[in-house]
């Protein structure tokens, strides 16, 4: 086993992890983990199937794994743990408030982020590009997008990196460290809470144009969100929608770094961008494993699965699938089609990630556009997220050259 300090390190994730996914894939596409007790699903259509399949494969995991008081109040509207019906009641009131047209009308906004954090260092050939650009990119947009204050900002950063520090896990955690991390984070639970529900009572008060005030008008069937499931709501938005794409800017920039010459294809056809964001997404996503809990006895790929298992449904074998991915081990930014399972699949598909793709594309085309070349001067300055949250690049230092 890698401890995780050293798997924190470059190149342990970029070599690790694909090495593991291949080994679980070579050990058939479902089996059974007896040291951690859990079934791992890595062939592409087995997950597939599994993520298709919400009755059998419930996301509410909570008959199996340890909860916290605080954090049940962020259960509640956070509908990436629950089931249908309940499930499709949220999505459906939040998809009213967050309609494709909010994402795309998002884009010059995200453009002067961009542009602003970018002219902050303008005076500089040498920066960590995570902290100038892809870590506060998302928070800024979600912020903004929740009609948040801007000097608020900076309290949304810091709960997002208290909430994903992981600093309390190893490579791989048991019940009792899952436990112990729980209660580490909830005071900052308590206090985004108490935060949240602030500002929605202000916005009830005095409505705005922003995603909050839309979320508390939002009805189906004459059914209104409750104020305790827009903070729940909230809260999966900042932990969801921030630190993942944080990860998709880094990834791609540290992928591009391994991959000489990509950021030249790019550059001479900037088309080619979107095509680029889907394939650092296939190679290294920043969730590689999901939970799931079967509901009932099943029989998956010859395997007889009680009740009240824990699954985990690696996307990252999955995405290197041979039997889905001609050469999967190779990165091609100009792969197409690219069914990729980054962003789940089935009727929990990552609701952000239209927004998710539109700030990687906006920022890949900005930082093409500004900078001749790019480059990791060290290796060894860069380092990761602990895998066991989410894999992505937490610092990158770059040297620039400008036109
Ligand atoms: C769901 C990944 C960005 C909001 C998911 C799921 C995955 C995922 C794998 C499915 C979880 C499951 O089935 O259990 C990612 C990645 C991202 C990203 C890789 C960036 C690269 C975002 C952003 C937002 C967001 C920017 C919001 C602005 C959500 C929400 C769900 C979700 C609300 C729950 C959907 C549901 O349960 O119906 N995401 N996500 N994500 N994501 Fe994302």
Redesign the pocket.
């Known amino acids: 086993m890698v401890a995780s300090e050293q798997l924190t390190q470059t190149p342990s994730v970029l070599d690790v992890l694909p090495d593991r996914w291949q080994s679980l894939r070579a050990a058939g596409p479902v089996g059974y983990d007896d040291a951690q007790g859990v079934w791992r699903v890595v062939g592409y259509a087995d997950v597939a199937a599994v993520?298709a399949d919400p009755v059998t494969y419930s996301?509410d995991l909570s008959p199996i794994a340890p909860t916290q008081q605080d954090f049940e109040a962020f259960r509640q509207g956070n509908?990436?743990?629950?089931d249908p019906p309940e499930?499709r009641k949220?999505?459906t009131l939040?998809s009213q408030a967050?309609t494709p047209r909010v994402v795309h009308g998002l884009a010059p906004r995200i453009e002067a982020v961009c542009a602003r954090l970018l002219d902050a260092v303008a005076d500089r050939d040498r920066f960590d590009v995570v902290d100038a650009l892809a870590y506060p990119l998302?928070i800024i947009?979600?912020a903004e997008?929740l009609g948040v204050p801007a000097g608020d900002h900076r309290l949304f950063q810091e709960w997002a990196s208290t909430l994903f520090s992981g600093d309390q896990l190893g490579e791989a955690p048991d019940m009792a460290d899952l436990e112990r991390a729980l209660e580490a984070i909830a005071p900052t639970v308590r206090e985004m809470n108490d935060y949240v529900l602030g500002h929605i009572r202000h916005r009830r008060a005095h409505p705005g144009d922003d995603l909050t005030s839309k979320l508390l008008t939002a009805e189906v069937d004459g059914v209104r969100l409750r104020d305790q499931e827009i903070v729940g709501?909230v809260a999966?938005?900042l932990v969801?929608?921030?630190i993942?794409?944080t990860?998709?800017l880094g990834n791609a920039l540290v992928t591009f770094d391994r991959h000489p010459g990509t950021l030249g294809v790019l550059r001479d056809d900037p088309g080619k961008v979107p095509d680029a964001v889907e394939e650092v997404?296939r190679w290294l996503?920043?969730?590689p494993e999901?939970?799931?809990r079967t509901a009932r006895p099943v029989v998956l790929s010859g395997h007889e699965i009680p009740p009240d298992s824990l699954l985990m449904?690696h996307?990252g074998a999955a995405n290197r699938d041979p039997a889905r991915f001609t050469a999967p081990e190779a990165f091609d930014v100009t792969r197409s089609p690219n069914p990729h399972?980054?962003?789940?699949?089935?009727?929990?598909?990552?609701?952000?990630?239209p927004?998710?793709?539109l700030?990687?594309r906006i920022a890949l085309n900005l930082l093409l556009n500004r900078f001749c070349s790019i480059v990791v001067p060290s290796h060894d300055d860069i380092t990761f997220q602990n895998p066991s949250v989410i894999v992505g690049v937490r610092h990158l230092p770059v040297e620039v050259t400008r036109p």
Do not use: D, K, N, W
């Open positions: 993520l996301s509908f990436v743990g629950m499930h949220l999505r939040v967050f998302p947009v979600i997008l709501f999966l938005l969801a929608g921030h993942t794409t990860a998709l997404l996503p920043p969730f999901l939970g799931r449904v996307l399972l980054t962003f789940g699949h089935g009727i929990h598909f990552c609701f952000g990630a927004l998710a793709r700030e990687a």
